[in-house]
């Protein structure tokens, strides 16, 4: 089996593209990195260094790909299919994978599917991230492009990660202000899809536009099909609303989303703080005790893929009952369920950062 790792650069990742590199290095056959035209530094150059005859390096303008990313990832894919790969992994230059100890040539030999997603390492969202060569699936998008494929998303056991670089807040709402106008463009040109709609919500909320990214949240949950994803954008939007304390708004859209999916943890989450700073503290402890039972302290709750909050499904409904049963005067019960947090917290550590279960 022959396995290359695919990244697409500019002329600005002098400093961060030789620990991306470093993280697959040992484990990859070759590096396949088109790099875009936009300058002179030593990016290549580091990129040359670390990965020495694995590179494969091609360029082309940066004018004709900047405009759409989708394109840029099926160009990578097919350039290691023209080579002769058999697995490629996708690997950003802010990124790095991972494997904790876990062989990942043999998990690839043996599996069955395409394509294997692989979570982050906070736990809270997924990529896919290892294609079988040739990729019978394309990217599609502007800007926040996803794969076209069909049916059920499969993962690599939690042990491995992928780690993204932080970025200041400076930084990261320029990025997304920057995406602005390619996500409104892809929203003019695939109106339905709610994906888009989606993204649009982060943008505008990172931006501070609170109100546009409701909305366009709330529009996300009406085109989507999935109960789930319908739910998440609606306690997305409910967790806006409780930031500008608009707890009477928050609540009933956090209700809204349970009605989407009624297994949604931070939805019930979303309603306990809400109903918490109306003073319903009935309600708020009610619903902190359907979060816990969906969430991942107890036997039997509901196990998800994809995106969530893990403080939701961890400790956040154990705070929220501890300051329930302060506020009622009852201090015994305050102190257990802080308790229980602090015991939550550590078991969210374990399961997102050390893939623990």
Request: charged share 25%.
């Amino acid at each position: 089996m022959k396995l290359c790792s695919l990244t697409v650069t500019s002329r600005t990742r002098e400093g961060i593209i030789a620990d991306a590199l470093k993280s697959v290095i040992d484990w990859v056959d070759g590096c396949v990195i088109l790099e875009l035209d936009t300058g002179s530094d030593r990016t290549i150059e580091v990129a040359k260094e670390i990965a020495g005859g694995k590179l494969h390096l091609y360029t082309i303008p940066f004018d004709a790909a900047e405009q759409d990313c989708a394109a840029l990832r099926n160009h990578l894919l097919a350039l290691a299919k023209d080579l002769g790969y058999d697995w490629a992994v996708m690997l950003d230059t802010d990124e790095r994978i991972e494997l904790n100890g876990m062989d990942i040539r043999i998990f690839l030999e043996h599996t069955q599917h395409e394509v294997i997603c692989v979570a982050n390492d906070a736990g809270n969202y997924h990529k896919e991230r290892f294609f079988r060569i040739p990729c019978a699936y394309r990217w599609v998008g502007l800007v926040h492009e996803y794969l076209d494929m069909p049916g059920k998303l499969h993962y690599t056991p939690r042990v491995i990660r992928f780690r993204e670089l932080v970025k200041t807040p400076e930084l990261y709402k320029s990025g997304q202000e920057r995406m602005l106008p390619l996500l409104l463009d892809q929203v003019r040109l695939d109106s339905r899809n709610p994906r888009w709609r989606m993204y649009l919500g982060y943008v505008l909320s990172a931006m501070g536009k609170d109100a546009e990214a409701i909305d366009q949240f709330k529009c996300a949950a009406e085109l989507s099909e999935d109960g789930g994803a319908a739910a998440w954008a609606l306690t997305l939007a409910a967790n806006i609303h409780a930031e500008n304390e608009e707890y009477y708004q928050s609540r009933s859209t956090a209700l809204e989303a349970m009605k989407c999916a009624p297994y949604i943890a931070e939805a019930q989450c979303a309603a306990a703080h809400a109903c918490l700073m109306l003073g319903d503290t009935l309600s708020a402890q009610t619903w902190a005790h359907f979060a816990i039972l969906n969430g991942r302290t107890q036997p039997g709750g509901v196990t998800r893929q994809g995106y969530c909050d893990p403080r939701a499904l961890f400790e956040a409904p154990y705070e929220i009952l501890a300051e329930v049963f302060r506020v009622e005067g009852k201090q015994k019960e305050s102190a257990q369920a802080s308790a229980l947090a602090a015991k939550a917290r550590t078991q969210r550590i374990k399961f997102c950062v050390h893939g623990e279960e």
